[in-house]
């Protein structure tokens, strides 16, 4: 049987039990000093012989007692003759047991190390020179492990410096075009002061609703939920005592708002998404208008008892009609637009309401259209915005498509003019006084027009940090001067950004579905509706007990921002890949043709020219909301 022995951390030199005790006893007999078997301790080249630890010190004191002892048992005069014997059974025993640290190994019969322990031995010797060296081990290494670390080290000052430029390159774009805000519009000691004396009573409402102090603190107040799809439009009666909403469940449900309860609920008699849905102004809240994907304008007659009489179909578009425009002063009147870049007047008074009013075009290339609004000033001008970059007015009383295809004027952002990305409009609104267009871009920021300027002038403020991508966003105005522009972003939050100064100053969270797409303002109120991918409607009011932090925004407004980048990386390449198809097509038509032998593969012409007509081309209102 092999002779185990299990040595513990220690000194260098250790006296070996069993056989080994007995061969030191017979040495010392014969007047040699005693050498502790494992003591030889033979030292790397170089490296000085230390101690570990204090419990070391005291046994190699110990042992130097019992060297001197030995030699005077032995006759010797003193211990300095035993010197040279020690050195020279250190040069026999070459190391054989010497150890450093702790370790558990074996002996077999003849003194030979098994192949398990030889290994940890070897391991603990390199650890053990390691720790000896001059510096402890801690700041010299391996060539590989200094490598290994360096790398790790330019890596993450990489990161770090990447990070920073990334933080800077952020900063400086949204810092670009911000003004400074400025002072409060409306104190509320004041005018609660004024308003108990009755002074400025019938104001204190209207200012109250303007000011930024209350927008600050909006907060989410509670859900109407009925609808089993996604909502797709909001929309106020004039009074703000009742809401109406569509969904893509083809249902329209009335809402008392103020008590979060339907009282009426129909069906739209649509075939497919219902994309908004308004009451008419001075109707009594009687007329509600809709329209769908299914292209299909209809009109709804509400009764006073709370039920729906009929819905009629009163236009058809070829394409999805996304949006309508009420003109503020007429009960029986208002404009549709859809993909077939149609505009149609639609008067309920005629027995054939519809009345097609201009063709939108670029050239002579129609432009799908995806939203169209009435000046509230002049309601004989509305504009209209879709798959190009231009918004354009035209006025109903004179529309001569000869004449630079009736428009009245266009505008678009400088930079977007000649742009190659396919940038949208997804929609446009104009301000309370219809002195000021405010357009959001599909892929791109808001931008705001001055509607008096002249044909082709650019824009005066921009509006960044949302991500309008997913869905077909909506924009609007907040504040009954239009004091806030308001917007639902891809990122699931709502924006509102100071008109003057382009700076958020809300930022909240909406729809979990992670896309708001409708924004409603209450009409009198401090206060608004939203809806998106979720199935519910939520309301908010100016409730919290301190004004936002802003929490979080920067985070997001960075995700939103390199994600647009990526897509718009994405649509370069795509339109690379389109433009070398059609170079190669081109260069293929222009060979002299040639007779078709036997075996010849037809070519493939399956790809649609770029000159396709809209009804060939699949718009983008498949985006306007999921299927529910």
């Not at 069993?18 to 061969?23: F, K, L, P, W």
């Not at 033979?42 to 002892?69: F, H, N, Y």
Request: hydrophobic share 30%; net charge negative; charged share 35%.
């Amino acid at each position: 049987m092999p002779l185990r022995t299990v040595v513990g951390r220690g000194p260098r030199r250790r006296r070996l039990r069993g056989r080994q005790d007995s061969e030191d006893v017979m040495a010392a007999a014969d007047g040699e000093p005693a050498v502790l078997n494992g003591g030889s301790g033979e030292k790397e080249p170089g490296e000085e012989e230390k101690e570990e630890d204090a419990s070391g010190s005291r046994d190699v004191r110990a042992q130097c007692s019992a060297l001197d002892a030995a030699p005077a048992e032995a006759g010797g005069p003193s211990g300095d003759k035993a010197m040279p014997d020690v050195a020279a059974e250190k040069e026999e025993e070459e190391d054989t047991d010497s150890m450093d640290g702790s370790v558990l190994y074996s002996l077999t019969e003849d003194g030979r190390e098994s192949e398990g322990g030889r290994r940890e031995r070897d391991e603990d010797k390199r650890a053990a020179r390691k720790r000896n060296r001059p510096d402890g081990g801690a700041t010299r290494s391996s060539s590989s492990d200094e490598d290994d670390e360096d790398e790790e080290e330019e890596e993450e000052r990489q990161q770090q410096q990447q990070q920073e430029e990334d933080d800077e390159a952020m900063e400086a774009w949204l810092g670009a075009e911000l003004s400074d805000l400025r002072g409060p519009t409306w104190r509320a000691v004041p005018s609660l002061r004024s308003r108990e004396i009755g002074r400025d009573s019938r104001q204190f409402v209207r200012r109250v609703c303007g000011a930024r102090g209350l927008v600050q603190r909006l907060e989410l107040q509670g859900r109407l939920e009925r609808h089993t799809g996604c909502v797709n439009t909001v929309h106020f009666n004039p009074s703000g005592t009742r809401l109406a909403s569509g969904s893509d469940d083809l249902r329209v449900v009335i809402w008392d708002w103020a008590v979060r309860s339907a009282v009426l609920e129909f069906d739209s008699g649509h075939k497919s998404n219902v994309f908004q849905a308004k009451f008419l102004p001075h109707s009594g809240d009687s007329t509600l208008a809709m329209c769908a994907r299914d292209g299909q304008i209809r009109v709804a007659e509400l009764s006073a008892t709370q039920r729906c009489k009929n819905t009629k179909r009163v236009a058809q578009h070829k394409g999805a009609a996304h949006k309508l425009a009420l003109d503020p002063d007429s009960p029986c009147s208002f404009l549709s637009a859809g993909e077939d870049a149609v505009v149609f007047g639609i008067d309920l008074r005629l027995d054939r309401p519809a009345n097609k009013l201009a063709v939108v075009k670029e050239g002579d290339k129609k432009v799908g259209l995806y939203t169209i609004y009435v000046n509230p000033a002049r309601t004989h001008h509305f504009a209209v915005g879709g798959r190009d970059q231009y918004v354009r007015i035209y006025d109903q009383r004179k529309i001569n498509e000869s004449d630079n295809n009736g428009v009245l004027k266009k505008f678009c952002p400088s930079h977007l003019v000649s742009s190659e990305s396919k940038t949208n409009i997804t929609c446009l609104v104009y301000s309370h006084d219809g002195a000021e267009l405010l357009a959001s871009y599909n892929d791109e920021d808001i931008y705001l027009f001055d509607s008096n300027h002249s044909d082709g002038a650019d824009y005066r403020r921009r509006y960044k940090g949302h991500r309008n991508n997913a869905t077909v966003k909506g924009v609007n105005f907040y504040g009954p001067c239009s004091e806030f522009v308001v917007s639902g972003s891809d990122c699931g939050h709502i924006y509102l950004w100071d008109k003057y100064s382009a700076r958020v100053v809300q930022f909240m969270e909406g729809d979990r579905g992670g896309v708001v797409n409708c924004l409603e303002p209450h009409p009198h109120l401090p206060g608004m509706a939203t809806s998106g991918l979720d199935h519910d409607i939520k309301l908010w009011a100016p409730t919290a007990e301190s004004p936002t932090g802003l929490k979080g925004l920067k985070e997001v407004m960075k995700k939103n921002k390199r994600e647009r980048d990526e897509d718009s990386v994405r649509h370069e390449d795509q339109y690379d890949t389109q433009l070398l198809w059609f170079l190669m097509r081109h260069m293929r038509n222009r060979r002299p043709a040639r007779r078709p032998r036997e075996g010849d593969a037809e070519t493939d012409e399956s790809w649609s020219s770029p000159d396709s007509s809209d009804e060939e081309e699949g718009g983008p209102d498949h985006v306007q909301c999921m299927s529910s």
